[in-house]
T-cell receptor, first 114, second 114 residues
Framework: DQQVKQNSPSLSVQEGRISILNCDYT??????FLWYKKYPAEGPTFLIS?????DKNEDGRFTVFLNKSAKHLSLHIVPSQPGDSAVYFC?????????????FGKGTKLSVIP | DAGVIQSPRHEVTEMGQEVTLRCKPI?????LFWYRQTMMRGLELLIY????????DSGMPEDRFSAKMPNASFSTLKIQPSEPRDSAVYFC????????????FGSGTRLTVV
């Protein structure tokens, strides 16, 4: 039973255009969400996060949107660059007492075409 | 800061052999996590420690897997005996505050059991 779902295994986008990566979750206890980026032969690296008290968080070319009622979040990359080609993982955490673990989606492989 | 250090980077072993994966977390981080990445299941949490104490090992697949954290700067994940289905990339991650900053991952150990 996957609590965090990334339904698109892959996505191809032209350089300069917008990349939109989607993520759905089922656990209403999740109240903090993160995106990680992973290059081949490296560990995932933290990219951007959002608390459930917000609906948008922006950091340079990266913006994360959260729709709590739909239990959906998305990562927008504008403009997309070839160096953005990587696997992107969505992750969620519940801030309940004693909770330490992130629950990850399976990832979406983004290819930015020059 | 050298980041989270994992060793070895690659391990090839024969079925039935014992395998030990090692991790050195970032100094000052008090939470340590072991994840396994496979194509089918994505990133799944195996076990996490807080202040060197195992908090939740419900993700450990079976008794063949064990993990220890004898001190704040070292952890091991052992598989004995290993099986071909254990082939995966194993990541160690550490964190000081899992909500605000997420985790810092190591580069992973690619395990192949033949």
């Amino acid at each position: 039973d996957q609590q965090v779902k990334q339904n698109s295994p892959s996505l191809s986008v032209q350089e300069g255009r917008i990349s939109i990566l989607n993520c759905d979750y089922t656990n209403s206890m999740f109240d903090y969400f993160l995106w990680y980026k992973k290059y081949p032969a490296e560990g995932p690296t933290f990219l951007i996060s959002i608390s459930s008290i917000k609906d948008k968080n922006e950091d340079g070319r990266f913006t994360v949107f959260l729709n709590k009622s739909a239990k959906h979040l998305s990562l927008h990359i504008v403009p997309s660059q070839p160096g953005d080609s990587a696997v992107y993982f969505c992750a969620a955490v519940s801030s309940g007492a004693g909770s330490y673990q992130l629950t990850f989606g399976k990832g979406t492989k983004l290819s930015v075409i020059p | 800061d050298a980041g989270v250090i994992q060793s070895p980077r690659h391990e090839v072993t024969e079925m039935g052999q014992e395998v030990t994966l090692r991790c050195k977390p970032i100094s000052g981080h008090n939470s340590l996590f072991w994840y396994r990445q496979t194509m089918m299941r994505g990133l799944e949490l195996l076990i996490y420690f807080n202040n060197n104490v195992p908090i939740d090992d419900s993700g450990m697949p079976e008794d063949r897997f064990s993990a220890k954290m004898p001190n704040a700067s070292f952890s091991t994940l052992k598989i004995q005996p290993s099986e071909p289905r254990d082939s995966a990339v194993y990541f160690c991650a550490s964190s000081v505050d899992r909500r605000l900053y997420g985790y810092t991952f190591g580069s992973g150990t690619r395990l192949t059991v033949v």
